[in-house]
């Protein structure tokens, strides 16, 4: 997909990621859960996961694990928030969806 490009799921149930996905850059949203590698068993190991847009549930479930990696400082999972998401949608969720404040 390019990187200019959207795509908004909208699930009723759970979204299962792939144990092998190492990249989701869409808006998943569901009234259930989101599980990061649905498919991994105890005592493997994968790699990180990047996700990168929008993403809404009513429990994350953080399943990934990365075992033997040379920085353990790297995260299982790695969260970025990508406001295209919402400047696409705006015509479906109105204005002023997101309001950036200043601490004092």
């Known amino acids: 997909m390019a990187s200019t490009s959207t795509a908004l799921f909208v699930v009723e149930g759970n979204i299962e ?36 847009g929008l993403f809404s549930a009513n429990k994350i479930s953080f399943q990934r694990t990365l075992q033997g990696t040379d920085n353990n400082n790297d995260p299982s999972e790695d969260f970025t928030y990508e406001p295209k998401y919402l400047v696409a949608l705006k015509d479906y969720l109105g204005n002023d969806t997101v309001k950036w404040l200043t601490s004092k």
Do not use: C, P, R
């Open 17 to 52: 990621i792939e144990k092998t996905v190492e990249t989701v850059g869409v808006a998943l949203f569901t009234d259930q859960s989101l599980f990061t590698a649905y498919n991994l068993e105890e005592g493997q190991s994968t790699n990180t996961l990047f996700l990168k």
